[in-house]
Every structure is written in C-alpha cells, then in structure tokens.
C-alpha cells in the first residue's frame, strides 16, 4: 500500500542537526558493546579480540556508507524497512522490519540487563534484583522517549558525556596499572585461543559477528531519519563521524583492559556479574576507579536503552502506517512530538526479554538478527539509482558478503531458533496480506 494513495500520515518534526546526531549514534554504541559484550568476545577469541574489533569496524564502515546513501535519498522513518518497500519488494521490507523488531529488542534487553549489572556493583545490591532492577529501568526510560525526541537527545547528551569521561578514565587507569605492574605483554600470550588454525580463525570471526553488533548503533539515525534537518547533509556525516569515534575508543579500551587484567578475568566477569569493566578495575588499586567505570557505564547503558527504544519505536511507527502492524502503533502525538503507542509495545517487549537474564544470549541473538537486517540493507543500497549513490558499488557488495559471512559464525543454536523466529514472522506477513485482501478488496496489496 503506497503510503501516499491513502489519508497522509501524521508526520514528525524534524529538530535534530548534525551534532544532535552523533550524539545518539555515540549514545547508541557506547555502552553494551564496551561495557558488556567486550567481555563476551574475549571469551570467544581471547586477546585476539582486539582483531575481531578492528574486523567489525570494518564491516560497519562498508554497512555505515550503504545506510548513509539509503538514509540520504529516502528520509522517513523506519530505516530499511522503508528502504526495503523503495527500492527491493513489499517482502525484503517486512523482513528488514521484522528483524531489526528482533535484534534490537535483544540488545535493548541486553542492556537494560547491563545497567542492572553495574548498578549493582556500584550499591553493591544482590543480584537476586538483577531482573526487577532491568524491567522498571526500561519503564522510566520509556516515560523519556514519550516526551519527544528533543528531550531524549537532550538526556542522551548528558548520558554521552559521562560515559567518555569513565571510558578515558579506564583507559588512563588501566595503562598505570601495566606501568606498575611491568604486565605488558603476558596476557596477550597466546594471542589466539584455538588450537590450530582453523577453529582460531572461527574464533576470531564469531567474536567479530558479537563485536559488529557493538557498532551497530552508527545506523541508529536513519531510523531518526524523519526527525533531520538536512537529511542528505546530516545523516552521511553523522554516521561516518560517529563510527571513527568508535572504533578509536573500542580499540583503546579493549587494548587497556585485556593488557591490564586479561581476556579470561573480562570473560570471567561477564558471566558473573555482566560488569566487565567494573571487575577489571577494582583490580587496578584505585578505589575511585572502579566507582567512575560503574557509574560511566550506568549511565551508558541507560543512553543505549533510550536510543533503542527510539529506533524500535519510529520502526513500529513506519511498519503501522503501512498496516504490517496494527494502525494503531501509526498513532502519533497531537504535536506530532512522538509515536506513543509504538512507545509502549517497544518497551513491553524489552521487558520481557529481560526475564531471560542472560547478557550471552540476548547478545548473541542480536548479533544473528541484525547481520542478516544489514544484509538486507547493503542489498538494497545496490539498487539506488545512479543519481542517488554517494559510494562505489563495492561498499555495498563487502558489506553484503561480510553480514552473510558472520551471521553463521555465532553458536548453531542461536541462529537456528534466529531462522525460525524470522520464518514465523514472513508466515505473519502473509496472513496479514491476505486478511487485507478478504476486508479491503479493492485495496492494491504491496
């Protein structure tokens, strides 16, 4: 259904410049995937990590610049999903939808979990509470959302600026640590966790498919991208700057905290507590230290979950307008100020996976889902028109080869029930075209 054929929808204001950007792309990155999955890979690759980050990196770049020209050409809200109904089919687009619904409820679950996890090590609270503490985490930030876009970007520079400002301070305390300790190089030795070759390289790959979901976040604009001023400026700009931004910061605290305590103690510490870095630095003997990390990664954790509660919320929104999901969720505010049914189910569905308290799981299922939603966007970056293309076709196709590569690479049972999660939601679409065509007849099915 051509959004254009039927009563316009109700859009949103566009009040974000290019600074405002990437702030909730560093918003969107800086905090699970540092504070928390960082632990995961290095449990996966060991100090080969390091490896893995600059990997994924690299693959973000190649899927950064195909969702910045898609972005550019085509700003609504919904990301690929509208990309998908552009320039590929009605399916490609529900299935983009419905996977990023998927991926992006798990990392926004992932770090509900993750706050919850720092949290406690900073009041020293029983884990017991570790779900209790996630669930009411996700409402409070919920009432945020609802208030708009420009008190959420608002919020998330506060959030952003106290998150640098542990991770520097990480970097700092870790690298006197190695100077006191003279540690430089024992725990990067082996460098590789496998036993041969072979099981190395898959090692170091699985940990770059739970790495790239750390970057991920560089995208979140395009989901924002109704809500731009200056769209085919801001957004390339935006993601690019933010994903350099990253990567740098990725690289340094990765660095500092596997020379400093090791791949095993990070790995360890995930599992017991999904603190990392906060672990790692009451090892360092400065007792402000370990209260800055927890503090910084709090609050990182807490912009991760704002933003994507912002990005699952406008592709509701996109994916209600084109009735694939209940109109209602295509409700906007009388202000045009935020989508708040979309809102309210988003937050719900956060909630519910946070009962899994497993940052492993919920990480790795993110890791399946959004590899195949970029697959999907590379692939319709290759169908722009000529005069619409900012990039060489080659970024697309990389980037396209290297999400179908490390999509497989995480554990077969997670991308197994990933498949099938996936085929029940295209069995959803399809009993949904058909009730269109039994209550609508006369109404073109997309």
């Known amino acids: 259904m051509d959004l254009t054929s039927s009563s316009t929808p109700q859009r949103l204001v566009r009040e974000l ?16 995937g540092i504070f928390v999955s960082v632990g995961i890979a290095a449990g996966v690759a060991g100090p080969s ?20 020209q898609l972005a550019a050409a085509h700003p609504l809200s919904g990301g690929t999903y509208e990309y998908g109904y552009k320039y590929l089919t ?16 798990a990392s926004a679950a992932t770090a509900a979990l993750g706050f919850a996890g720092y949290a406690q090590a900073l009041t020293g609270s029983p884990r017991a509470s570790l779900t209790a503490l996630a669930c009411g985490t996700t409402a409070v930030v919920s009432i945020f959302v609802l208030a708009g876009i420009r008190k959420s970007s608002g919020l998330n520079l506060v959030i952003v600026s106290v998150t640098l400002v542990a991770l520097l301070g990480f970097i700092a305390a870790a690298g006197l640590h190695q100077i006191q300790t ?19 390289t898959g090692n170091v790959f699985h940990a770059t498919a739970l790495m790239f979901v750390a970057f991920a976040g560089y995208a979140r604009i395009t989901t924002l991208a ?27 605290v990765t660095v500092a905290g596997v020379g400093s305590v090791g791949a095993d103690f990070l790995s360890g510490s995930t599992t017991a507590g999904a603190a990392p870095l906060a672990a790692a ?32 919320s406008r592709v509701l929104l996109a994916m209600g307008r084109r009735r694939d999901m209940p109109g209602v969720l295509a409700r906007v505010s009388g202000a045009a100020v935020t989508p708040w049914p979309a809102v309210l189910v988003a937050a719900a569905a956060v909630a519910s996976l946070t009962l899994l308290d497993s940052v492993k799981t919920t990480w790795s299922f993110s890791a399946f889902t959004i590899l195949i ?20 076709r080659w970024t697309a196709v990389a980037g396209l080869a290297s999400c179908l590569l490390l999509a497989f690479q995480v554990d077969a049972d997670v991308w197994v029930a990933g498949l099938g999660v996936i085929a029940a939601g295209i069995a959803w679409y399809y009993c949904a075209q058909w009730i269109k065509l039994r209550t609508s007849p006369a109404t073109p099915i997309p």
């Open 17 to 32: 410049g290019t600074f405002d950007a990437v702030m909730l792309g560093l918003g969107s990155i800086l905090g699970t």
């Open 49 to 68: 990590v390091i490896i893995a980050i600059a990997l994924a990196g690299c693959v973000a770049a190649c899927n950064a610049l195909s969702a910045a």
């Open 90 to 105: 009605p399916l490609a687009g529900w299935t983009a939808g419905w996977v990023f619904l998927l991926a992006k409820s």
């Open 182 to 200: 003279g540690a430089y190089t024992e725990h990067f030795t082996p460098f590789f966790s496998g036993d041969n070759l072979l099981s190395s």
């Open 226 to 252: 109704e809500e731009v001023r200056n769209p085919k400026r801001t957004i390339p700009t935006a993601i690019i700057a933010t994903l350099i931004v990253t990567v740098v910061l990725y690289m340094g």
């Open 281 to 312: 630095a009451e090892q360092f003997g400065h007792p402000l230290i370990p209260i800055l990390i927890a503090g910084g990664a709090a609050a990182a954790m807490l912009g991760v979950l704002l933003n994507l509660l912002l990005g699952l």
């Open 373 to 392: 939603y970029y697959a999907i966007t590379n692939i319709a970056a290759l169908k722009l028109p000529l005069e619409q293309r900012l990039y060489p």
